[in-house]
């Protein structure tokens, strides 16, 4: 039985000190706070015993559970102990303060010994002089390879390769093939498939591992080889990369450069890494917060929030100055102004309901000119029927919260005028950015909340003023 089977009932168990982890998956307190001890301290010995067994990924978790300073003292005293896949695995934020605190001889040591999609992944962020001097401190061959790879622009696929791979020649037979597999020293860790290549290193085709096992040691790999090779360019972006990987199922697929030249390849552990940024990209533009990460200070969010709450705070403004034409109407009843957030509200929840749906459809490229049309159709549609619905719900509880059956019609009519305008505009506004070339996670939410705050005020109140005969 289990400590918590054992426990009284109604008594929490107490998690074990010496797990990384509790009974929830969560870092566990007195494991971190056993570990903080130590380093603060100075307990070399203690530090290497307690993080040897961790894997890159909980050594990440660790590493962003620790203040500052302690994560750089940790890092110290691992030495050449400190697996840098690890940093691969946390905040950018953390993953700077990190490297500006280890001196070049150290970086370029731990770099040296990862693959080269995760070396660059950690070298790109660094400054040009710094990461200058980390590569000359760096073997030659794995030197030029990393330049090559950072050559290549900022979130392309080129950036992500590996350029650590098994290529042969088409006459080559399974036999030979499987004895330089067993001979060369200098092979990937893993790989799932092999690439055929002609002495340009132009790609001629690949085959899966699976099927290679499978064949016998006379046949000649251009016989076994498959020639409908998907591939792609190491220019492109990093997000086209994924896509091709969920349209084909891939575990890996080649990279090549502007000649056809086979340069690297990516695997799905990468892809993976890519869809999770690209997503976590596309949430945090839709709310106007950058490229914030919990780790960032105080005055780093600051930053990267205040943009665009000073442009809502525009567009805010521009929806009050619809208010202030109706200040005589508000005046004359007040129960107007009573009703407005409601008015508001519902338009803006409808608006973001349906500008979500469209981002999400553009960033997958799921909109061509046919659904366009419909999609378009389908929203107006969609911001008719919740109208209608709404605006008999409203009606009537207005009409008998405020006993004014007037009152009810009103607010009836403009809710179904503003889920209408919703739905239109939350469509519309990112399919008119996308077409501007501007990303239509960034400004959409500012520009559909305010064309329903404005459409609404002016329906409900415009309304009210003729039907009341208010001025």
Known sequence: MTEEANAPNGEETRPDPNALRDADDNLNPLWIERLRTHVNAGDAHDIIEMMAPLHASDTGDVLEALDADERVRLVRMLGDRFDFSALTEVDDAVRSDIMEELPNEHIARGVSALDSDDAVYILEDIDVPAREEILARMPAFERLSL?????????????????????????WTVGQTIDYLREEKDLPDEFFQIYVVDPSYNLLGTIPLDKFLRAKRQLRIEHIMNKNVIVV??????????????????????????????????????????????????IKLLAGVGDEEISDNVWGAVRSRSTWLVVNLITATLASAVIGLFDATIEQMVALAVLLPMVASMGGNA???????????????????????????????????????????????????????????????????????????????????????????IASSVFVTTITDVIGFFAFLGLAGLWFGLS
């Open 351 to 441: 608006g973001t309901q349906t500008m979500t749906i469209t981002v999400r459809a553009i960033a997958m490229r799921e909109l061509d000119p046919h659904r366009i049309g419909r999609l378009i159709v389908r929203e107006m549609s969609v911001g008719l029927v919740n109208g209608v619905i709404f605006a008999v719900l409203i009606g009537l509880i207005t009409a008998v919260r405020f006993t004014s059956l007037s009152l009810g019609v009103v607010i009836g009519l403009a809710m179904i005028i503003n889920m209408v305008a919703a739905g239109t505009a939350g469509i519309l506004i990112p399919l008119a950015l996308n077409r501007l070339k501007i990303d239509p996670a």
């Open 233 to 282: 360019e190491a220019g492109e972006d990093q997000e086209h990369a994924a896509r091709v990987f969920e349209r084909y199922d891939l575990v890996e697929v080649a990279v090549v450069d502007d000649n056809k030249r086979l340069v690297g390849v990516l695997t799905i552990d990468d892809m993976v890494d890519v869809i999770h940024e690209e997503a976590s990209e596309d």
């Open 147 to 171: 330049k090559r790879s950072l050559d290549f622009p900022e979130d392309s696929a080129g950036r992500r390769m590996q350029t650590d791979f098994i290529a042969i020649p088409p006459f």
